[in-house]
C-alpha cells in the first residue's frame, strides 16, 4: 500500500492502482479489517485524481462504512470529505454541503488539522460554485492560514493558488498579487525540498543497487562453491570404488571389503539426488506436494536399484578376494626305496 501511495505523491496513477489493487487483495484474502479503511480511502483519492467519479464514490463510501464501523471520528472526517469533493464535483452542492459540515465537526474533535485544510478549501470551491464570493474567501483564508500555523506548504499552496485566481476573478488585484507571491514562494520552497527528496532517493537507489549487485555476487560465489563441491564429490566416487576394487585383489578382510562397497554405493546414489534435487525444484516452483511425488517416484526407481547392484558388487568383490586369498601348497612327496 505505501508503494502505491508514493506512486499517488508522483502522480503515477497508474502504477499507484496497481499497487493499491494488489494491496486490497491480500488485505481482503488476510481479513485485516484494521487496513480496510485505510486502502479503500486511498483507491478512492486516486479515482478522484483520474476523475472516475463512480469509482471514486465506491471506495470513499466503503472507507466511510468502515470507519463509521470502528467509530473514528477522524476517520468519518476524512471520508465525509472525501464523499463532499465528490459531491461538489457532480454540482450536488447541497449534499456536498452537509459532507463538509458534517466532516468538519468530526475533524475538529479528532483534531486532524491537515484534513481540515483540505475540507475548508472544498467548502471555498463549493461556495465559489455557487456564486457566494465572500464564503469563498473566508474559507480559502482560513484554509491557507491554518495551512501556514502548521507548515503544511502543500495546503498553503492550493490555498494561495485558488485566492490569486478568486481574487483576479473579482478584480481585487492586490490581494491576488499578494497571495501570487506567497504561491510562488511556497512553490519554489516546495520544488526545493522535492529536489532534495529526488536526490535523497537516487542515494538510496543506488545504495539498494549496489546491495543487490552484492548479494547477486554473494549468490554466484556461492553457486560456484556447490558446484565445485559436487565436482569433488563425483571424483570422489570413482576414486572410492577404485580403491574398492583394488583391495578387493589383496588379502583384507571380507567385511571390510563389503563395508566400503556399500559406501560406495550410497554416496553414488545420494549425489544422483543431489544432482537432482535443484532441477526439481526449479521444475516444481516449490511446490512441496509435487517435489514429494517426484522424490517419491525417484526413490522407487532407485531403492531397488541401490539392492540389486549392491548386492551383485559385494558378491563380486568378496568372491574375488576369497578366491584371490586361496593358496595352494605343494609338496613333494618322497618314494622310498624297498630293500
Not at 472544498?122 to 460554485?129: D, I, N, R
Amino acid at each position: 500500500m505505501n508503494i502505491g501511495i508514493v506512486y499517488v505523491y508522483r502522480e503515477e496513477y497508474t502504477r499507484a492502482l496497481y499497487y493499491l489493487h494488489r494491496s486490497d487483495s491480500i488485505i481482503t484474502a488476510n481479513k485485516l479489517t484494521d487496513l480496510q479503511f485505510n486502502i479503500n480511502l486511498n483507491l478512492g483519492d486516486v479515482f478522484n485524481r483520474q476523475n472516475e467519479n463512480d469509482s471514486a464514490f465506491y471506495y470513499f463510501n466503503r472507507s466511510l462504512y468502515y470507519a463509521r464501523q470502528f467509530n473514528d471520528l477522524d476517520f468519518i472526517g476524512t471520508a465525509l470529505t472525501g464523499m463532499a469533493h465528490l459531491y461538489t464535483k457532480s454540482n450536488q452542492y447541497e449534499r456536498a454541503l452537509l459532507s463538509y459540515k458534517q466532516a468538519l465537526d468530526h475533524l475538529h474533535v479528532a483534531n486532524n488539522e491537515d484534513c481540515i485544510c483540505e475540507a475548508t478549501l472544498g467548502l471555498a470551491k463549493l461556495y465559489q460554485g455557487k456564486g457566494s464570493t465572500d464564503s469563498a474567501k473566508y474559507f480559502a483564508r482560513y484554509s491557507f492560514a491554518l495551512g501556514k500555523k502548521d507548515g503544511f506548504q502543500s495546503r498553503q499552496l492550493e490555498a494561495a493558488s485558488f485566492l490569486t485566481d478568486l481574487y483576479r476573478s473579482t478584480g481585487e488585484n492586490d490581494s491576488a498579487f499578494v497571495y501570487l507571491e506567497a504561491e510562488k514562494l511556497l512553490g519554489d520552497s516546495i520544488n526545493s525540498k522535492e529536489k532534495i527528496r529526488t536526490s535523497e532517493a537516487l542515494s538510496i537507489n543506488e545504495q539498494i543497487r549496489q546491495e543487490e549487485l552484492f548479494e547477486s555476487n554473494r549468490r554466484r560465489e556461492e553457486e560456484r562453491r556447490q558446484q565445485l563441491q559436487l565436482l569433488l564429490i563425483g571424483l570422489c566416487i570413482p576414486i572410492l570404488f577404485l580403491i574398492t576394487l583394488l583391495l578387493s585383489r589383496v588379502k583384507v578382510h571380507v567385511r571390510i571389503i563389503r563395508f566400503l562397497g556399500v559406501i560406495s554405493l550410497l554416496i553414488l546414489f545420494e549425489y544422483l539426488t543431489l544432482l537432482l534435487h535443484p532441477r526439481v525444484v526449479e521444475f516444481t516452483h516449490h511446490t512441496p506436494f509435487y517435489e514429494l511425488l517426484i522424490f517419491v517416484g525417484v526413490a522407487a526407481l532407485l531403492i531397488p536399484a541401490h539392492h540389486r547392484i549392491e548386492h551383485w558388487l559385494i558378491a563380486k568383490l568378496t568372491v574375488k578376494n576369497m578366491a584371490g586369498g586361496i593358496t595352494i601348497k605343494k609338496q613333494r612327496m618322497r618314494i622310498k626305496k624297498t630293500s
